[in-house]
């Protein structure tokens, strides 16, 4: 689940930072609160990949899906794009130890 989880992660993470200048400009959000609350909400993302894994992780990420899901009452395209990599967390935690798994087996 390393490589996956981390990419499905990192990527979020952009795709949240990304959403910031929307938040402020589109939705009319306060540009303090959304900076603040995009950057630690990416910032999270980023520092689970640093725990991925350990027991906590699913657990901490799945919430971290409802923030990003949740942050769609601001940006309303978030709720699909949280979606979308809610889905891709599932994926990641279903298959990723397959794929890890894989990465290590020495090429023939």
Partial sequence: MRVLGSTVLVLEAL???LAIPIAINVSDADAIL???MGIALAGLLILSVGVI???IAVPLVWVL???VIGSGFVVPTMFFVGA???LLWFYAVRNGQRVDRARELPES
């Fill in 65 to 67: 899906q409802v923030l």
């Fill in 84 to 86: 979308v990599f809610a």
């Fill in 53 to 55: 894994t350990k027991p």
């Fill in 34 to 36: 959304a900076l603040v």
């Fill in 15 to 17: 795709v949240v930072l």
